[in-house]
């Protein structure tokens, strides 16, 4: 893995962070290259003041891939889920360690067995681009396209937490997320292309 001056010297890590509340890493947009995405909402209008993601492939297809947005560790899996329902019923997701002590991301909403599908594990490290699931509407979430997205969070997460009921939801500071786009940041509303990190 690298280090974190490497990180930093490559303008992985850092670059452009003007706030507090943005993520320490840069990362790649969960979806594999080319795939057009939609934000349905943003850090600044996510319910529960929030600074997570909701977003959505837009090219058409009925399947897209959720990729890592960084390399990392994978910590957490739940993936048995098959209910979509307003509230109360519980989620698929995956939770990606970046470096130790620092930032996790959470890729909710997954296919029931798309992790496993996709041959991932606890423990295995994932590269960035890595398909780890599959695009589906599991779990509290409604809206058009049938409630099928993405949820996406970046996270500082203390040692020795574990997701809780539900929603998979972790202890912890939320980020803003920032991405290898212009801007860096995602806008409800806005559609953007998927594509590979170049550092």
Partial sequence: MKTLSSLIAAGALLAGCTSPDQ???????????????????DHTTHSGGEFAIDMAGTNGSTTYNVVAA??????????TNTQNCASGCPNNY???????????????HLATGSVSAA?????????MGQVIGVESNIGMAQGSNDGRHLHFEVREV???SAPGPLAGDMPGTMRVPRFCIPGQVLVKGEIY??????F
């Avoid at 960084?70 to 993936?79: A, D, H, K, Q, T």
């Fill in 23 to 41: 993520s320490l890493f840069l990362y790649q947009l969960p979806y594999q290259p080319g795939s057009t995405v939609g934000v349905w909402q």
């Fill in 70 to 79: 960084r390399p990392g560790i994978v910590r957490f899996i739940e993936e």
């Fill in 94 to 108: 995956v939770w990606i360690q970046h470096v130790p002590g620092l930032e996790w991301t959470k890729y909710s």
């Fill in 119 to 127: 041959g991932l594990s606890v423990g295995d490290d994932v590269a």
């Fill in 158 to 160: 203390p040692a020795g």
């Fill in 193 to 198: 292309t998927a594509q590979a990190c170049n």
